[in-house]
């Protein structure tokens, strides 16, 4: 049985496990079913059992343990863990080791987990698949030839398929809930400033966050009260909030909940009905806890969507130009981080400012448009979890992009505005002979998150979904 990340901390902290033991199965399991679903680039056996040994001296020594010693915890392959080859998904890096732990690598090291691999990752973390050039794709563990989503693919194939309780996360637009989704998992996307990308990342435009995906809720907010860390000259700090495994047992009371089953962007692709569906049966479920939910109002009028797909646009190419490409190697980077680039040459510097104040003004408009609502419900996708390849078009970078927005029309915005967003495995369905995870999405207002937090557990304590791995399920398509 694969336990929660809790239950992980709780059986090491009692002796019930041998982190040693622990750590060697996990390494098994990685190598058994970490391929089949393309979760991980690297596996780092030798750190992994330098931790672990670490962990049981500290046992032995009678040391207070961190809440999550002897957890296995993955990071992806976007973030810095020291001496550890990092090739962000793509062919034009040499995979050299990394000088340094990101910050949120050094705080998961300080809250005790063990670093068993890098998980995999699109090209810099820019489609919301996981299908690079370095390394098979990441698959949903539901079936095995449709994808588990992106960027952060690896890290939920990694979970879903129970190889480990919690995998580290990153999210820039949708990255965490859309992997999510596909594999029937929860991913939250905290509220910009929760978690800094502080000591030596940079903030820009304040698109992207770190985060992890769970199986659970609980897991969910521990992981957020172990990350929610400031560090010296952070940008964005976002208001207090926690303790946020706290909110999972405080009634939330209450609330006024919109829901919009419409894109949030004018955009070509309809909603499949079981993704509408999804929405419609959890606005029920919301109903019946006591909630007032009724149809919400669009974010922003048609022009202001417009606005804000232009300046999302100038952001992301901005973002992709400035991935660290060596100059002999821009030939082998995938047509959509190439076509990326060139838009992002072409962004003039008044043009950036102008995307980020544009990002401003509708963070701004879509705080007054919801102002009467204390979350917005919806699908976290559009369609059930696309087929391998079923996104990615090498001939076409334009109209990849264009599709790419027709999938995911809700999730960039919470980027926009710094809301914490959260994507929860309610729902199932049956899509071509097949049951695949269906999940519907929270968005709350900005440094909200023990709120969402505290609807998010109510839901799950309502509706329980199967905690345990999926077991890998391969279609007659794959």
Same mark, same amino acid.
């Given at each position: 049985?694969?336990?929660?990340? $809790?239950?992980?901390?709780?059986?090491?902290?009692?002796?019930? !496990?041998?982190?040693?033991?622990?750590?060697?199965?996990?390494?098994?399991?990685?190598?058994?079913?970490?391929?089949?679903?393309?979760?991980?680039? @690297?596996?780092?056996?030798?750190?992994?059992?330098?931790?672990?040994?670490?962990?049981?001296?500290?046992?032995?020594? *009678?040391?207070?343990? =961190?809440?999550?010693?002897?957890?296995?915890? =993955?990071?992806?392959?976007?973030?810095?863990?020291?001496?550890?080859?990092?090739?962000? /998904?793509?062919?034009?890096?040499?995979?050299?080791?990394?000088?340094?732990?990101?910050?949120?690598?050094?705080?998961?090291? !300080?809250?005790?987990?063990?670093?068993?691999?890098?998980?995999?990752?699109?090209?810099?973390?820019?489609?919301?698949? @996981?299908?690079?050039?370095?390394?098979?794709?990441?698959?949903?563990?539901?079936?095995?030839?449709?994808?588990? /989503? *992106?960027?952060?693919?690896?890290?939920? %194939?990694?979970?879903?398929?129970?190889?480990?309780?919690?995998?580290?996360?990153?999210?820039?637009?949708?990255?965490?809930?859309?992997?999510?989704?596909?594999?029937?998992?929860?991913?939250?996307?905290?509220?910009?400033?929760?978690?800094?990308?502080?000591?030596?990342?940079?903030?820009?435009?304040?698109?992207?966050?770190?985060?992890?995906?769970?199986?659970?809720?609980?897991?969910?907010?521990?992981?957020?009260?172990?990350?929610?860390?400031?560090?010296?000259?952070?940008?964005?700090?976002?208001?207090? /909030?926690?303790?946020?495994?706290?909110?999972?047992?405080?009634?939330?009371?209450?609330? $006024?909940?919109?829901?919009?089953?419409?894109?949030?962007?004018?955009?070509?692709?309809?909603?499949?009905?079981?993704?509408?569906?999804?929405?419609?049966?959890?606005?029920?479920? #919301?109903?019946?806890?006591?909630?007032?939910?009724?149809?919400?109002?669009?974010?922003?009028?048609?022009?202001?969507?417009?606005?804000?797909?232009?300046?999302?646009?100038? #952001?992301?190419?901005?973002?992709?130009?400035?991935?660290?490409?060596?100059?002999?190697?821009?030939?082998?980077?995938?047509?959509?981080?190439?076509?990326?680039?060139?838009?992002?040459?072409?962004?003039?510097?008044?043009?950036?400012?102008?995307?980020?104040?544009?990002?401003?003004?509708?963070?701004?408009?879509?705080?007054?448009?919801?102002? %009467?609502?204390?979350?917005?419900?919806?699908?976290?996708?559009?369609? =059930?979890?696309?087929?391998?390849?079923?996104? +990615?078009?090498?001939?076409?970078?334009?109209?990849?992009?264009?599709?790419?927005?027709?999938?995911?029309?809700?999730?960039?915005?919470?980027?926009?505005?710094?809301?914490?967003?959260?994507?929860?495995?309610?729902?199932?369905?049956?899509?071509? /002979?097949?049951?695949?995870?269906?999940?519907?999405?929270?968005?709350? +207002?900005?440094?909200?998150?023990?709120?969402?937090?505290?609807?998010?557990?109510? #839901?799950?304590?309502?509706?329980?979904?199967?905690?345990?791995?999926?077991?890998?399920?391969?279609?007659?398509?794959?």
């Amino acid at each position: 049985m694969i336990m929660t990340a $809790r239950e992980v901390a709780r059986a090491v902290r009692t002796g019930a !496990q041998s982190p040693t033991e622990l750590v060697e199965d996990t390494l098994d399991r990685a190598a058994r079913l970490g391929p089949e679903v393309g979760a991980f680039v @690297t596996l780092t056996p030798e750190l992994a059992l330098r931790q672990a040994a670490e962990v049981e001296r500290q046992l032995k020594a *009678g040391e207070e343990l =961190p809440a999550l010693a002897g957890v296995p915890c =993955p990071i992806k392959d976007l973030t810095q863990v020291a001496g550890v080859p990092i090739r962000r /998904g793509s062919a034009a890096l040499a995979g050299d080791p990394a000088p340094v732990d990101d910050g949120v690598v050094t705080l998961l090291r !300080q809250a005790g987990t063990i670093m068993v691999g890098k998980t995999s990752t699109p090209e810099f973390g820019l489609p919301p698949y @996981t299908e690079p050039d370095v390394a098979p794709p990441a698959r949903t563990p539901w079936d095995l030839s449709r994808s588990a /989503g *992106g960027s952060s693919g690896g890290a939920a %194939a990694a979970v879903a398929a129970g190889i480990v309780p919690i995998a580290h996360a990153s999210d820039g637009g949708g990255s965490i809930r859309i992997p999510a989704s596909c594999c029937g998992l929860v991913g939250l996307k905290p509220s910009r400033g929760r978690i800094s990308p502080g000591p030596y990342g940079a903030e820009s435009a304040g698109l992207s966050t770190h985060g992890v995906v769970t199986r659970d809720v609980r897991d969910t907010a521990l992981a957020l009260d172990l990350l929610a860390h400031d560090w010296p000259g952070d940008a964005f700090i976002a208001p207090p /909030g926690g303790p946020f495994l706290d909110a999972c047992a405080a009634d939330p009371g209450s609330l $006024r909940i919109g829901l919009i089953l419409e894109p949030f962007y004018g955009t070509p692709g309809g909603v499949d009905p079981v993704c509408r569906a999804a929405a419609e049966q959890t606005a029920e479920l #919301l109903t019946e806890l006591g909630h007032r939910v009724d149809v919400g109002p669009a974010p922003m009028t048609a022009e202001a969507q417009q606005r804000g797909l232009q300046a999302f646009e100038a #952001l992301w190419a901005i973002s992709a130009l400035g991935a660290p490409v060596p100059a002999d190697a821009e030939d082998r980077v995938t047509p959509l981080t190439r076509h990326l680039r060139e838009v992002g040459r072409g962004v003039t510097g008044l043009q950036f400012a102008q995307a980020v104040q544009t990002a401003q003004l509708i963070t701004r408009a879509v705080a007054d448009r919801w102002q %009467a609502y204390d979350l917005i419900l919806t699908p976290t996708l559009a369609q =059930p979890p696309m087929p391998i390849g079923g996104l +990615r078009n090498d001939l076409d970078p334009v109209a990849e992009f264009v599709a790419q927005y027709a999938y995911t029309p809700w999730t960039n915005l919470a980027n926009v505005t710094g809301r914490p967003s959260i994507s929860l495995p309610l729902h199932r369905a049956e899509v071509g /002979g097949t049951t695949l995870p269906i999940g519907v999405m929270l968005t709350g +207002r900005y440094g909200a998150d023990a709120m969402i937090i505290s609807v998010a557990a109510q #839901l799950e304590q309502a509706r329980p979904w199967p905690t345990e791995p999926r077991p890998v399920h391969r279609s007659e398509a794959g």
